[in-house]
């Protein structure tokens, strides 16, 4: 069973000071001094398998290459410090440049390739550059660099795990809490409705690409942070620890902790390293000859989470931990709304929409024209394209001819982010939602372009005020469509009437002109649907236009102003409800009797 | 580059790419039927090959074990599936098949191998092991996993690899080895040298596709492949098991990383690992043939040959960078003809 309540973001406080304690103090603890140099890679390793935790399970970008960025942080400082001489606090930073412009060269290509092909696109990277690393004379060849300069902080050479300790964990810690605070904000939820095809998330307004260019960008400089520390660690680097296999042992990671989580990276990589330096020792003693055998175990470990705990082991330690308390929403924090268009005037105008696939004609020159505070209804058979002409409006769908204008300003490039930025929102057939987030996360996602604050904010928390708006307008909303006591829920908890009423009150967040609704009265009972009508009729008395689609005839008969009727792509009638129902087209195309 | 280098260039890169082509219409054949990209086909190629090593030495192979040890691991996650209707005579049926089979191998080439009983009889059965090995991995992995998303599936086909490198390192050992050539004879055309050598390679591979492309166009378990390729589910509702469909796929893919291990094992040095370089080859090739084009595949396949053998002519040391970096183009290509194909998520 499903934990009802979002548990994923942060665990309780007093129980992560216990862990937090415990991990200040390891390295004045009388443990011999392998334990604590086990406990600085797993550190670096965590670095790395937080960033593809970030890019893998929460964008949904599977990467094989995140080793790559390793060896872009590991190499820089490596060349600078051995060849150049420079200190390697002064190499911080280029490492970091020179990762951050190689995953936005590498990125720009990559995040455009959609579902699997962007995991094979990674593989390819990971295999190139690790030939390149091993070809370039400038970083050793085969061989690699040596003699890489430890670290110094007040003079003092942090050569002793022990004093390497303090450093690696401090940007383990560092960065996760950065990354918490990253995902708890606006530009975090952006990142997690990325998931699938994030059609949903450029409906309100998120450039989903430069959202997924960020979060790579994001993704590599944890990395790159990770190879700083490791190429002053092992104090050399050789073009193995960064290949195809390294990045792997790092996708084993953030699958054994939980693809999703957070703290599934510490845990992974914890787990990963430890049973790495143990098997060197005992595998070959057990086998009676030296070599590469934990890789056995290692892909033995993944095969067996992919066939049998699909989720890693987070979720199976989050079980024991307390549900997160409910979020606290400040009811006293209000958003300005924008003001409406005077009723009556044109708000929507469409002139001939065609819409072709290959052959097919799915909408052949559809005309319409909505005026401000109606509610126009759109009906028509089963594959009337009804929703094909609800996706040219929208922008989800490109038009292969006709002409939209908005408030009488023709709209060329209409995407689903012009179109959210014009104020038109909508609900999706096929409801679109993510399914780990909460109901308030889910309908936060609506108001979006409502807010400013962009990730360096976050992750600073300068972005707190804005935050609790946009929580208490989301509130708001999800309160008005009747949902009040699921505003922490799960999405993937409620029922498909209520998932269809979350959207209504996600596209309500946007402070909309015009709503256009896809079936949303399917799978409601039948107080639900009549309290959406009192609601429907009670946002046109605020002078919001809507259009929706819908089979449920009385619904629809009761509730709009006009009705356009699609048959074959083709609108076929449109008038007053009750001059549509006498209509000898309408009963043909319904009915199929001659007229 | 004269006219006498373009030809060796071009014999050399013919030779290494008909091989290439193989394991690139194997990758497409399991993607088709499975939705796998498996990637460890190399491991195939580079196991055949050091089995051959060992028959030639008159030694026991390494594989016979490696085949008692996934034979153990197939019976035994069978078993622990089946769990709920386990009668008498399935029992009886899976150990007979997933661990009698490997442990016939194990004993049948402990007495034969001593007598080196020379190639008719050590390649047909250095491939029925190889293709025995593909089909454990199907049971094991891939079975269970039937209804996962190609992403779940690519990073199986990842952990697949790490198991059978570690492996191959210990059944194989750490020492890299080169088959003996099917034949030192050569002859002269226009002042050019052509080894037999190569023309077997050819004939080999040519000989192959015109099977598979019969395979596919009529016979029974060729069209049923092709019906789970095109649409799993109406193949099922119409009496097409896809386990089995999954489980020819893999033997195929077996079958054929096999055969090009024999083909390829005269002309390089083989170690355990260098297998997954070789099958990556094809998995380019496949990748440049849009993972479901036969003919475009092989066509790509040839030219990565020549290319190679190009680059390395000019001791280019950047011929994997380039190699591996010409697939990326073609996937963007591809998520741009058809931005909804490949979402499915993890």
Known sequence: MRPTTTRDAMSPRP????????????????????????????????????????????????????????????????????????????????????TALGALVIGLVTVRLSGHYLALGTVAWAVAFSYLFGSLPLLGQHTGLSAIPPIALAGVPLIDPRRFYGLVWIA????????????????????????????????????????????????AL????????????????????????????????????????????????????ILREQLQI???????????????????????????????????????????????????????RAAMPARDTLLLEADGLVRRFGGLIAVNGVSLALRAGTTTGLIGPNGAGKSTTFNLLTGTLARSAGTVRVLAKKIADLTPQTAARLRI?????????????????????????????????????????????????????????GLGEFIDRRADSLSLGQLRLVEIARALALDPILMLLDEPAAGLRFHEKAALATLLRQLNGDGMTVLIVEHDMDFVMN???????????????EGLPHEIRRDAAVQAAYLGVAA | MDTATFFLLARDGLTTGAIYALLGVATVVVFAVTRVVYLAQGEFVAFAALTLVAFEDG???????????????????????????????????????????????????????????????????????????????????????????????????????????????????????????????????????????????????????????????????????????????????????????????????????????VLIGPVTIVYYDTGFMIGLRGFVAAVLGGLVSYPLTVAAALGLGFFESAASFWASSYKEVLVFLLIVPVLLWRSIAEPHAADDDA
């Open chain 1, 222 to 273: 944890l990395a790159g942070l990770a190879g700083w520390l490791l190429a002053h660690f092992q104090r050399s680097v050789s073009p193995s620890m960064f290949d195809i296999h390294a990045g792997v042992e790092y996708l084993l990671m953030a699958v054994l902790g939980g693809t999703g989580q957070v703290f599934g990276a510490l845990v992974g990589a914890l787990i990963v390293v």
């Open chain 2, 59 to 261: 030694r026991v192979p390494g594989i016979t074990g490696l085949l008692l040890v996934m034979g153990v691991i197939a019976t035994v996650s069978r078993l622990v599936q089946g769990r709920d209707d386990l009668r008498v005579g399935k029992v009886l049926r899976i150990l007979a098949v997933d661990l009698g089979i490997p442990i016939a191998f194990w004993l049948a080439v402990r007495w034969i191998a001593p007598s080196k009983p020379g190639p008719w009889v050590t390649v047909p059965l250095t491939v029925a092991m190889v293709t025995v090995l593909a089909t454990a991995i199907y049971r094991i992995v891939f079975q269970p996993l039937a209804t996962a998303s190609v992403l779940v599936l690519l990073i199986a086909a990842f952990g697949v690899h790490m198991v059978l490198l570690g492996l191959g390192l210990y059944f194989f050992g750490p020492e890299g080895f080169q088959t003996q050539p099917f034949t030192e004879a050569a002859f002269e055309v226009g002042g050019m040298r052509i080894k037999w050598q190569d023309l077997i390679v050819l004939a080999t591979v040519v000989v192959l596709m015109i099977a598979l492309a019969w395979f596919f166009a009529k016979a029974r378990a060729g069209k049923a492949l092709r019906a789970a390729a095109i649409n799993r589910v109406g193949a099922s509702l119409v009496g097409i098991a896809t386990e089995t469909t999954g489980l020819i796929a893999f033997a195929m893919a077996g079958a054929i990383g096999a055969i090009s291990g």
């Open chain 1, 15 to 98: 129980l992560a000071l216990v862990v937090l304690a415990a991990t200040a103090v390891l390295p004045w603890l009388p443990v011999p001094e392998y334990v604590v140099t086990i406990a600085d890679m797993a550190g670096i390793a965590a670095l790395v398998a937080l960033g593809l935790v970030m890019l893998t399970g929460i964008g949904g970008m599977t990467s094989f290459a995140q080793a790559v960025f390793v060896g872009f942080g590991a190499y820089t400082t490596a060349v600078l410090t051995t060849t150049w001489g420079w200190s390697p606090w002064a190499t911080l930073l280029p490492s970091l440049v020179v």
């Open chain 1, 559 to 573: 509730l709009v102003d006009r009705l356009v009727v699609l048959d074959f792509g083709a609108a076929i009638a």
């Open chain 1, 172 to 219: 383990v810690v560092g960065s996760t809490v950065l990354t918490l605070h990253l995902l708890d904000s606006r530009v975090g939820r952006a990142i997690r409705a990325l998931r699938g095809n994030g059609d949903a998330a450029a409906s309100f307004g998120v450039d989903a690409a430069k959202a997924r260019l960020w979060l790579f960008v994001y993704a």
């Open chain 1, 425 to 481: 929102s909508r609900t999706f057939q096929h409801v679109k939602l993510v399914g780990s987030m909460s109901v308030l996360d889910n309908v936060a996602i609506g108001a979006h372009l409502r807010g400013k604050r962009g990730p360096f904010s976050a992750m600073l928390r300068l972005d707190r005020v804005e935050e609790r708006t946009l929580l208490a307008e989301a509130a708001r909303q999800i309160e008005r469509v």
């Open chain 1, 282 to 336: 005992w595998l070959p003693l057990v086998l009676g000859q030296s070599g590469n055998f934990e890789i056995v175990v290692f892909g033995t470990i993944l095969l067996a989470v992919l066939v049998g705990a699909r989720d890693g082991l987070w979720p199976l330690i989050a079980r024991w931990l307390p549900a997160r308390p409910p979020r606290r929403i400040d009811r006293t924090l209000a958003m300005s």
